[in-house]
């Protein structure tokens, strides 16, 4: 349904030193320098999925989104949502998206919310009776009514990113794009934000693409991550994949006396391992042995280790969904130096 | 056409609105704005009274040519002062997304956000100054005078907009382009005065670089002469068409050189 294609994105940067001499420097000999944002991106997305765009700050999300809601212009490359291209056609294409920028907002700051709806209305040419219905549906989902007549400027954050979506969501379109949608928001309103997103994923069979540093937005809304680091694919595929693969790992750290029988291959002998279940780290005696704890029960492991060696100081760590990002992040950019 | 024209009075009406949301605020605007006129309209005579004759004008003609040159400059300041802020803010803050991701003419979305009301002032002062005037400027009036002069105003007005649109574009690819849009703007001045006062080079500018001649002076010399209607009202349409294709050209070019900021 989406599909992006080879996608790239350039930047002209001029070079400036620090400080006002380097400022007045620049302004009458500048240097340029190109700077590839994005650098070669391609996925394709299904629909009905949701799928969690992740990476760290200045890989170059954001360049991706706004190139994937036909803000930018990419250098080369291309995206398509249903076969329309932003570039080609930009009207027809953003009919078939909703975008969210969670430091941003669409809404009319001065006014009364509803007054918002009845201008997306006319902009997006919604029929009356389907206005009234895709209220009642928004309403419902993200309880709107309370503040429905307030001015925008008096809302909460929790409530202004709510309204932000319904106003997204108002022409039915088929993508929603949401760019950090629980940035600044408490637990609770995480909370309510994220059922209204699977709400709205469920009844409508709306994609979602979502930007996020929030752990817990992945682990409950994503089907899917695409990860990138500068500008680059690091990860695509499935959570549950992601989940097995590092996800059944944990961590033995210890430090031991004696380091002599410690070994990778030791333990794989000692305990019928394959090389893929276990990989041992010592760094001066410090030990931090990772394993699979599907094929070796973390009570039977200490076990083992506690027989080879003496130790001080153990202990035994879930590799959580962060700790896998943070490894990803962090593989990332060990590859690009 | 019939959607947009919907669009732009739901979009105006919205702006409209806004400014009555305020009222403390509005309600001081309107009155410090009618005080403005007042003062300006005072000014205009006190200059006047000290200019018996200009350049072969008397001060009735010189008045008309004044009081005309407002109404495009009126028309254009009314529709299109948004275009301002994408040259001084819009861009720069990233604010330009917003426009990219709804299904109509960023452009025409840009322009129809705003209506500024502070230009009935302009309007009201041109119109002012042309009733006054008009009785001893010896005006030229044919039944084919008096309809070019209703056709050649929009058409002054869009060369206002022109350079507007395209000096905001500019903001595409250096970010903040309002001093652009001032200086060049600031040119309309010319356009109040007959361009035989000026040198050479300054004529040239006006006329042809930067054509606010276009918007005052020349529709008005066949008004008040009958003279030469082919270059007087004929060049004006002229020249706003092409420069108004010149600035879309540009916008267009812009809005793919367009960088958004960073969130």
Redesign the interface.
Known sequence: MISVNNLRKE?KKVIKDPGLKGAIKALFRPRHEIIAAVDGISFEVDKGEVLGFIGPNGAGK?TVI?ML?????PTSGSCTINGKNP?VD???Y??E?G?V????T?L?W??PLV?TY??LK????IEEDRFRERMAFLNDVLELEDFIRS?VRTLSLGQRMRADIAASMLHSPKVLFL??PTIGLDVVVKDNIRRAITKINKEEQTTVILTTHDISDIELLCDRIVMIDHGKNVYDGSLRELKRNYGQMRELTFEADSASRLTAESFCKGLKLSDDDISIKNDKNVFTIRFNSDSMPVGDMLNYTLSLTRVKDIAVKDADIEEIIRRLYKEGADKSE | MRRAFKIYRILVAQNLKRLMEYKADFLTGAVSFLIDQAIGIAFIFIIFSQIPQLAGFTFEQIVFIYGFSQIPKGLDHLLTDNLWCVGYFIVRKGDFDKYLTRPINPLFHVIAETFQVDAVGELVVGICLMIYSAPSAGLYITPLSVILFVLVIPFSALIYTAIKIATAAVAFWIKSSGFIIQMVYGMNEFAKYPTTIYSNFIKLIVTFIIPFAFTGYYPCLYFLTGENPVFNIGCTVFISIIFLGISLAIWHKGLSAYESAGS
């Open positions: 930047f954001s706004k809601t036909g803000i930018l212009t570039t930009r009207k027809k953003v009919k998206i975008v920028f969670g430091q941003r669409q009319w001065d006014l007054e009845t201008v006319e902009i997006y040419e001015p760019d950090e």
